[in-house]
Nanobody
């Protein structure tokens, strides 16, 4: 069972920045797809960004150009740099890891990001 632990959430004013981090207990981290999803109050969980083992990055249109996903395979971590935050970015952000060979997905407990006016 893979465990994912997020950190870095908090309260920030609109226009500000935050960096989220997630550490995974996964020996095959370097060949897994990792990413971030978010769930706003009353909303469904939605994709924010993913990064494959081959370093292909994908972003939701709403965050493209403002958020950057990165991974460190030596430390089993995935980060999300969030700039120019908007009120609509307020959500619980979840770290995600996908193992293609077993078709298994794993999620962290989530970290809350609140953007105020």
């Amino acid at each position: 069972q893979v465990q994912l632990v997020e950190s870095g959430g908090g309260l920030v004013q609109a226009g500000g920045s935050l960096r989220l981090s997630c550490v995974a207990s996964e020996s095959k981290f370097d060949i897994s797809t990792v990413g971030w999803y978010r769930q706003a109050p009353g909303g469904q969980r939605e994709l924010v960004a993913t990064q494959t083992a081959g370093d292909i990055r994908s972003y939701a249109p709403a965050v493209k150009g403002r958020f950057t996903i990165s991974r460190d395979n030596e430390k089993n971590t995935v980060g999300l740099q969030m700039n120019d935050l908007r009120i609509e970015d307020t959500a619980v952000y979840y770290c995600y890891l996908y193992q293609r060979w077993s078709d298994d997905s794993f999620w962290g407990q989530g970290t809350r990001v609140t953007v105020s006016a």
